[in-house]
């Protein structure tokens, strides 16, 4: 499989998963990531792949106190 930086069309529906894996682990509930900030994640080099893209969702999911 190739690499995420090489398929950045993954991006919103990874990030579509994870919010909804870490919203129901922090019993949160954020309701998506925004246009904008899947332009800029599209746009990231992803160096440490899928894994990096999860550990970001989880963090910023974890900290939010808004939907």
Do not use: T
């Not at 919203?23 to 899947?38: H, L, P, T, W």
């Not at 746009?43 to 974890?62: G, M, Q, T, V, Y």
């Amino acid at each position: 499989m190739p690499p995420l930086r090489e398929r950045p069309e993954d991006i919103p529906d990874l990030c579509r998963q994870f919010v909804e894996r870490y919203n129901g682990r922090f019993k949160k509930a954020v309701e998506g990531v925004s246009d904008s900030a899947i332009k800029l994640l599209s746009s990231h080099w992803w160096p440490d792949n899928i894994r990096e893209l999860e550990n970001l969702i989880e963090r910023l999911i974890a900290f939010s106190d808004k939907p």
